[in-house]
């Protein structure tokens, strides 16, 4: 069964064309006069084939540097900086417009600042900066997405440029996840060396450095950085460090609310590159000046029993990521298909982790259509070390499950584009992904299909072997902290297999208790809709705002609720034997 899901309606357009003042009708572009009205006449008053609509649009050249474009196809594309000097000449007005995020940091339940075990994905695949560079989309027949946001709280986005500015397509989908986004800053070999000596030899050249970025967060809509300083330093720039780090800290908590600003950890207080695997004394100094460390890799449960006795850690457990690197490179514990044995053995002692370049799934397959499937499997794995948070806006909530890319582009049903594209701007709010094993060798399984879909780039399937001693299977595919007033419009759109009856089944609790920090087993009530028939006022009301459409095999399924007090936990799709 494919699908897509509306709580109050909300006509979804995130993939249309929007028309703006300067859009032309034909695209091509031709000018113009408007009919002028005299005295107290309107245009209204004109007989109909006499009135007109004439716009102007006018062509130029790009006021910004040529690097904001693709030298190829001229579309605009994300980059980062690759020098101290283009980072301190780093100016607003030469900012990319194209490159600043625009949805703003979804709510969720619980807070990242009350979740004790964190999860960070730092993003790092072939240098960075692919597919994923070009900011209006791009052609791509197979291209790396993440979809599995539920699971996550950080997003860092990884490479080895000086500065990384994460493209805005992935702060956009991060954030309407609830997922904060990092940026990275990076110097290492000999030239990273001499950048340090530079910047950190007092303090009006480190403040320098630091307002920068911070600048550069508040232009584009992220909300920090990763730090990695993978050279040695000398006696003076080593002492500094802790200093640059308070500073670049404080100064993004006052300018960017809810931000973070992490350490690497590579060198020591001496100034010595020497990477430790741990929290411990030799790099405890960082640690204190910022949000937290992002420990190296290869550590053991001897490390981890010896973070969580050392006094630093103390009352800071959560803001200590200790890495996992998917590739499995050196002496590490687990890593590629074993990574949930690092994942069990880390949330056994009660820290955060930062999974390093889960990309490896897509770089290790040789048939990238396999990609979903291995994904899938990767994230199923880790799912048990994993926690889920609910996102916690209020009304409208909308999702069609594009994943942000396809084989196709689908708009109420039908293809509209048949060619592959990719463009995570485009990916709405995800849901639940999972296998689930039921009785008498039964299992449900949900994952995204990009062989049909009710609008974008692909739909939610539901699919699975149903044990005939069961009369009613659910799927969750939702976890949710959101208000309800006390009518409450739904609408679920879905193509059912022959001989499946689907039904929606809402779990509430009381908003009250939904608002209590710390509270995870709340007591919850299944409501189930009943469909209202295709000749009430509402239903008419939500085909006339929503235009024409012709579902060709899809079910428009429409029902009202009447609540009292109550805030939507769960959202399952279910069949009916």
Not at 426 to 455: F, I
Not at 525 to 536: G, Q
Request: charged fraction near 25%; include cysteine; hydrophobic fraction near 35%.
């Amino acid at each position: 069964m494919d699908g897509a899901l509306t709580t109050e309606h909300k006509e979804d357009g995130s993939l249309r064309r929007r028309k703006t003042e300067e859009d032309g009708e034909d695209q091509i572009g031709s000018k113009l006069s408007k009919t002028e009205s005299t005295g107290l006449e309107s245009c209204l008053d004109e007989p109909v084939e006499l009135r007109s609509v004439h716009e102007v649009i006018r062509y130029g050249a790009s006021s910004l540097p040529a690097k904001h474009y693709d030298p190829d196809t001229t579309e605009p594309i994300s980059s980062g900086l690759q020098s101290l000097e283009e980072l301190l000449s780093w100016k607003r007005s030469e900012a990319n417009p194209f490159n600043v995020a625009t949805v703003p940091l979804a709510n969720r339940e619980p807070s990242l600042a009350s979740t004790p075990h964190r999860t960070l994905v730092s993003h790092d695949m072939m240098g960075g900066y692919l597919d994923d560079r070009f900011l209006q989309g791009a052609e791509s027949e197979a291209p790396y997405v993440f979809y599995h946001w539920q699971y996550i709280d950080v997003f860092n986005y990884f490479s080895h440029n000086m500065v990384t500015i994460p493209p805005a397509v992935w702060t956009n989908a991060a954030h309407r996840h609830g997922v904060i986004v990092l940026g990275t800053f990076i110097t290492e070999w000999t030239d990273g060396g001499k950048m340090c000596e530079v910047f950190l030899k007092e303090e009006e050249s480190y403040r320098a450095v630091a307002d920068r970025l911070v600048q550069i967060v508040h232009c584009y809509g992220f909300d920090g950085w990763l730090i990695n300083i993978e050279n040695p330093l000398g006696e003076t720039a080593v002492k500094n460090t802790p200093l640059f780090l308070r500073y670049l800290t404080d100064q993004m908590h006052e300018r960017v609310p809810g931000s973070m600003v992490l350490w690497y950890d590579s060198v020591l207080e001496n100034g010595q590159l020497k990477w430790q695997n741990e929290l411990n004394p030799s790099n405890r100094v960082f640690f204190s000046a910022c949000d937290g460390i992002f420990t190296n890799y290869n550590w053991t449960e001897q490390s981890l029993e010896r973070m969580k006795a050392y006094s630093a850690a103390q009352g800071r457990l959560a803001d200590i990521f200790v890495g996992v690197d998917v590739f499995a490179r050196g002496e590490v514990v687990g890593g590629k298909l074993e990574t949930n044995k690092a994942l069990e053995m880390i949330r056994k002692h009660d820290f955060s982790t930062a999974i390093f370049a889960p990309g490896w799934v897509y770089e290790s397959i040789p048939d990238k259509t396999d990609f979903r499937k291995e994904q899938d499997r990767f994230w199923s794995l880790l799912s048990d070390f994993l926690y889920v948070h609910r996102p916690s806006s209020p009304l409208p909530f909308v999702s069609s499950f594009c994943q942000g890319a396809g084989t196709s582009l689908y708009w109420r049903g039908q293809r509209e584009v048949d060619r592959s594209w990719f463009n995570l701007d485009a990916q709405e709010l995800q849901p639940l992904y999972y296998k689930e094993t039921l009785e008498g060798e039964g299992w449900l399984r949900t994952q995204g299909c990009p062989e049909d879909a009710w609008s974008g780039g692909s739909s939610l399937l539901v699919e699975g072997v149903l044990p005939s001693m069961l009369s009613k299977v659910c799927a969750r595919i939702f976890s949710l902290q959101v208000p309800l007033s006390s009518r409450v419009f739904v609408s679920l759109i879905y193509k059912p297999s022959p001989g499946v009856t689907v039904s929606l089944e809402l779990k509430t609790a009381d908003a009250t208790l939904c608002t209590l920090r710390g509270v995870q087993d709340i007591p919850t009530s299944s409501v189930e809709t009943a469909a209202l028939t295709e000749d009430h006022q509402l239903v008419r009301q939500f085909s006339q705002s929503c235009g024409q459409w012709n579902p060709d095999g899809w079910t428009v399924r429409c029902s009202q609720l009447e609540l009292q007090g109550c805030a939507l936990r769960d959202v399952c799709v279910c069949d009916i034997g």
